[in-house]
C-alpha cells in the first residue's frame, strides 16, 4: 500500500502531475465529440523524461501530454492563482495542517499542480490549445513559477510551436530531490502511485547500451554513440535530448584489443527508447482471479482520487438484457464524506464512471441518479455494446443507462448480504461506516426495504447485536410485539437501567434498545417485522403476550388490587392533572414506586426532546402539540412499599371538611409532587419548573431531619464596596513580557511542572 510516511509524501507529485494531464486528454477526447476539429487523431499520451545537467549537479523533468492544453488566460487562471498567494507559504500550510506536521494531507488530498513545488525550487510550463473556431491560431505560452516567489510570468514560448497540441510541464528538481533523475526511481515511483492514474499511455524515456556488430571498424577509434529513438510516443516529437550525444564510453584497454582480434568486432551504442508504463489492459477488463488486492486499492485511489483505503469491492460482469454486456468494480469508501451527512437528502452520485470500450464516457447519470442513500458509492462500469460517441443527450434515452441504477444496487446490496452472511468481523467494520445507511435505505428505498432492514443491528437488553429476524428467532412463546426502548443520545447502557425495561427484562424479555433518530424513524416506516408489530416500552399498548395464561387467581388479585389502590389512583388524578391524563396500576414495574408512560397518540420523552431540539414553532405551537404533550399517565407500582405507604396516608386523611388539616393535606401534596416529577424524570423527561420541585425537597428534608420548616436561612452577605470607576494606573504588568534570547528571539517561558514534558521551539 502506499499510504504516506515522513519522507514519502512528496513523492505524490508525479501522480498528480500525471493524473492532471490524463484530465487534460481526457476532456481533448470529450470536447472532440461535439466539435471534431479538436483532434485530429494524432495519439493521445503522457511522456517523461529526467535530463540530467552537464555539470552533474541537478536536472529537470518533463511531462508532456497531448491533451486540450492552456491559453495564456487559462495558464492564468489555472495555475496562477495560487503563486499569487506564496506558494512556498501554501505547501508549508498544507504540509502541517493534519497536526502531524508529516504531510499526510497532502498524500490523502492532493495538491494538483502546486504539488511541483514539493521537489521543485522551479516550474515553467509551456501550453498550447488545439486550433478551433474560437481559437484559430494559438499560441504556444509559458508559465514559470518560482517556489519561492509569490509571483508568476507567462510569455510567449521564445521556441514557437513545439508542443503541436497540450502542455510540456518542466520540473527544475530542488537539490535535495535528485534522486528524481533516475529513470529507475521514476519508474518505481509511477508503478507505485500511479500506475492506475491514467487510462492513456504514459512513456518513460530510457536509454540502455547494447552490443551490435561493428561494420566499419577501421574508422573506430573509440567506442561510438549512436542515439535512436525507437518509438516515437506522439505526433509532436518528444524535446530532443540536449545530453542524447553523451555516449558510453567504454575504456580501450590491451587485454580488449586482444579479445577484440579473435571475436567478431562489435560497438556499444547507446539506444533510446520509450517505455509504456502502463501497458497493461485497464484493472476492470481483467480476471479477477489474477487482480491482486493491492492492485484494487491502488487503483481505486487512483481513479476515484481518493486516498483512504476502500473498505470492500466487487469486480463482476453482467449482462442487461438489453443487449449491453459490462464489466465494474463497485468499491464501499472507506468513510462517508462529512457533507454527505450533512443533507444526506440533498446529495447526488458522482462517482458512477461510465465507460464505453475502456474510454470514459460519463459519470452524469442525469434522471436515472442512484437513490440519495447509495449515492456515495464508487463504480466504473464498462459497456462493451454501446456506441462510444454517443451524446450525453441519447444517453439520457439509453435503455442500459435506465438499467445501471437497478444494476448497481442489486450488485450493492449483494456485497453488503454477503458479507453479512459470510463475514461476522467484517461486517461489525462495515457496520460502522454504513450502519446508518441501512436505516436510511430502507426508510427510503420501499423496492429494497426489506433487503436493507435485514441488514441493520440493533443492541438489546441481552445481546449487543442483533439482526430483526435474529430477533424473533428469540421471542417468547405467545409475543406478539417486538419490544424497544428509544431515546437518542443515550447509551444502551443508560437505556437498559430505565424504568421501562425492569419488569421486561426480569421476565427474560428482550429490549431493543434504540439510540439513533433514524431508530425511530425506520420502526415507523417498517411499523413491523414479519408481521409482528414494534412496541415502544415507554408507551401504552404494551402486551406480554402471556396474559390470556393468566389464571383466575391471578385475575382476581389485579381486581383486589384495583379497588384497594382507588382511593390513592383517585387522589393522583387530581394531583398530577397538570402532567398526566390517567393515573393507572403498572404491569411494567418491579422496583420503581412509578413511571410516566405516554398513550398512543402522545410523544415519548424521546420524541418530545426531539421537538425541542428541532426547535420548530410549527411543530410547538398547535393543539395537536399540546394534546400530544399531554397524552401521558401515571403508572403506579402497587407493590412498591412506597406507594403502598402513600395509600395509607391518603386513606387517613379526613373526607370531613370540619375535620380537615391542611397543614397535614400540604404535606401529602409536596410528596405526591415529589413523586410525580420523579417519575418524569425517571422516565426520561424533564421536571417543568425545576425550583418548584427542589423547595418540595427541601421541606420534606426539613421534616425528615427534625428541622423547622419555616426556621428562615441566615441570608446576611457581604455588600459590594461603592461604586468607583477610576480605572488603575500602569504600574506593573500583569503578564511578564517575553524575555528575548540573544539570538533576538523571543524566550517561551514554561512553567517548571511542564518542563520535562513540554518543548517549544520559537521561529
Ligand atoms: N496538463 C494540463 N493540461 C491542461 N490543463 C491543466 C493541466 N494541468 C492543470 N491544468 C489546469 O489547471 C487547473 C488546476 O490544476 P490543479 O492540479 O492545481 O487542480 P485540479 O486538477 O483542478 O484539482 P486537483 O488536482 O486538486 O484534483 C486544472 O483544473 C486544469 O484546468
Given at each position: 500500500m502506499q499510504y504516506m510516511t515522513n519522507n514519502q509524501h512528496r513523492e505524490i507529485f508525479i501522480r498528480e502531475l500525471i493524473s492532471n494531464a490524463n484530465d487534460a486528454l481526457e476532456k481533448l477526447r470529450l470536447s472532440a465529440l461535439t466539435d471534431k476539429n479538436l483532434w485530429d487523431g494524432n495519439p493521445l499520451n503522457i511522456t517523461i523524461k529526467a535530463l540530467k545537467n552537464e555539470d552533474g549537479k541537478g536536472g529537470r523533468i518533463i511531462i508532456t501530454d497531448t491533451g486540450i492544453g492552456m491559453s495564456a488566460d487559462e495558464l492564468t487562471t489555472n495555475l496562477g492563482t495560487l503563486a499569487k498567494s506564496g506558494t512556498s507559504d501554501f505547501l508549508a500550510k498544507a504540509e502541517s495542517q493534519d497536526g502531524t506536521g508529516n504531510g499526510n494531507l497532502i498524500g490523502a488530498f492532493g495538491l494538483g499542480f502546486y504539488s511541483s513545488f514539493l521537489v521543485a525550487d522551479r516550474v515553467t510550463v509551456a501550453s498550447i490549445p488545439p486550433k478551433s473556431a474560437k481559437v484559430p491560431d494559438p499560441v504556444q505560452h509559458v508559465f514559470s513559477s518560482h517556489a519561492d516567489e509569490a509571483s508568476f510570468e507567462i510569455y510567449p514560448d521564445p521556441r514557437g510551436n513545439t508542443l503541436g497540441r497540450g502542455t510540456e510541464i518542466t520540473l527544475f528538481l530542488k537539490s535535495d530531490a535528485t534522486e528524481y533523475l533516475e529513470t529507475d526511481k521514476i519508474t518505481e515511483l509511477i508503478n507505485k502511485h500511479s500506475s492506475f492514474s491514467s487510462s492513456f499511455p504514459v512513456f518513460i524515456f530510457t536509454q540502455r547500451t547494447e552490443e551490435v556488430p561493428d561494420e566499419d571498424p577501421i574508422t573506430e577509434e573509440s567506442p561510438i554513440s549512436s542515439s535512436e529513438v525507437t518509438e516515437a510516443p506522439s505526433e509532436a516529437e518528444p524535446e530532443k535530448n540536449d545530453d542524447d550525444d553523451e555516449a558510453i564510453i567504454e575504456e580501450v584497454t590491451e587485454e580488449n584489443e586482444k579479445k577484440e582480434a579473435s571475436a567478431p568486432k562489435t560497438k556499444s551504442v547507446l539506444i533510446d527508447e520509450w517505455v509504456q508504463?502502463?501497458?497493461?489492459?485497464p484493472l476492470w477488463t481483467r480476471d479477477p482471479k489474477n487482480v491482486t488486492d493491492d492492485e484494487y486499492i491502488l487503483f481505486y485511489n487512483a481513479f476515484f482520487k481518493d486516498f483512504t483505503k476502500p473498505l470492500a469491492w466487487h469486480h463482476f460482469s453482467g449482462d442487461s438484457g438489453s443487449g449491453v454486456s459490462f464489466k465494474a468494480i463497485l468499491y464501499l469508501p472507506g468513510k462517508l464524506a462529512e457533507e454527505y451527512w450533512q443533507q444526506p437528502l440533498a446529495s447526488k452520485s458522482k462517482d458512477i464512471k461510465l465507460m464505453v470500450k475502456r474510454t470514459f464516457i460519463t459519470s452524469d447519470l442525469g434522471d436515472h441518479s442512484l437513490p440519495k442513500w447509495a449515492s456515495w458509492v464508487k463504480v466504473v462500469i464498462d459497456a462493451d455494446d454501446l456506441p462510444l460517441n454517443v451524446s450525453r443527450e441519447t444517453l439520457q434515452s439509453n435503455r442500459f443507462l435506465k438499467q445501471l441504477k437497478g444494476i448497481i444496487i442489486k450488485r450493492l446490496i449483494q456485497v453488503f448480504t454477503k458479507i453479512s452472511d459470510e463475514d461476522p468481523e467484517k461486517f461489525r467494520e462495515i457496520e460502522k461506516t454504513y450502519g446508518s445507511i441501512f436505516k436510511l435505505g430502507a426508510v427510503e428505498d420501499l423496492k429494497n426495504r426489506e433487503k436493507l432492514a435485514s441488514l441493520t443491528r440493533f443492541t438489546t437488553t441481552q445481546r449487543n447485536e442483533t439482526t430483526l429476524d435474529q430477533y424473533l428467532a428469540n421471542k417468547k412463546k405467545g409475543q406478539k410485539q417486538i419490544f424497544y426502548l428509544a431515546e437518542m443520545g443515550k447509551t444502551p447502557e443508560h437505556l437498559a437501567q430505565s424504568v421501562f425495561v425492569e419488569k421486561l427484562h426480569a421476565r427474560g424479555y428482550e429490549v431493543l434498545l434504540l439510540t439513533e433518530p433514524l431508530d425511530e424513524i425506520l420502526f415507523g416506516n417498517l411499523r413491523q417485522w414479519k408481521n409482528v408489530p414494534f412496541q415502544d416500552i415507554a408507551k401504552a399498548g404494551l402486551k406480554f403476550g402471556d396474559e390470556d395464561e393468566d389464571p383466575e387467581a391471578e385475575k382476581e388479585e389485579q381486581e383486589r388490587l384495583k379497588e384497594k389502590y382507588s382511593p390513592l389512583l383517585e387522589w393522583l388524578k387530581t394531583e398530577a392533572k397538570d402532567t398526566v391524563r390517567d393515573v393507572v396500576l403498572s404491569n411494567r414495574l418491579v422496583k420503581s414506586p412509578c413511571a410516566i408512560v405516554a398513550e398512543a397518540g402522545g410523544y415519548t420523552a424521546n420524541v418530545q426532546k426531539m421537538m425541542t431540539a428541532s426547535n420548530s414553532k410549527a411543530n410547538r405551537g398547535g393543539i395537536l402539540h399540546e394534546f400530544a404533550m399531554k397524552a401521558k399517565v401515571l403508572e403506579i407500582n402497587p407493590r412498591s412499599p412506597l406507594i403502598e405507604g402513600l395509600l395509607r396516608r391518603v386513606r387517613d386523611l379526613p373526607t370531613d371538611d370540619d375535620d380537615k388539616d391542611p397543614e397535614t393535606e400540604e404535606e401529602l401534596r409536596e410528596v405526591a409532587s415529589i413523586l410525580i416529577d420523579g417519575a418524569l424524570v425517571r422516565s426520561g423527561f424533564e421536571v417543568p419548573d425545576s425550583n418548584r420541585f427542589f423547595s418540595h425537597v427541601d421541606r420534606v428534608l426539613r421534616r425528615s431531619l427534625g428541622?423547622?420548616?419555616?426556621?428562615?436561612?441566615?441570608e446576611t452577605v457581604k455588600p459590594a464596596p461603592p461604586v468607583d470607576p477610576e480605572l488603575p494606573t500602569q504600574q506593573e504588568p500583569l503578564v511578564a513580557p517575553p524575555v528575548e534570547k540573544d539570538d533576538g528571539k523571543p524566550k517561551v517561558i514554561i512553567p517548571d511542572h511542564m518542563k520535562n514534558d513540554v518543548r517549544i521551539e520559537s521561529h
Open positions: 508504463l502502463n501497458a497493461q489492459a428541622v423547622s420548616e419555616t426556621a428562615p436561612t441566615d
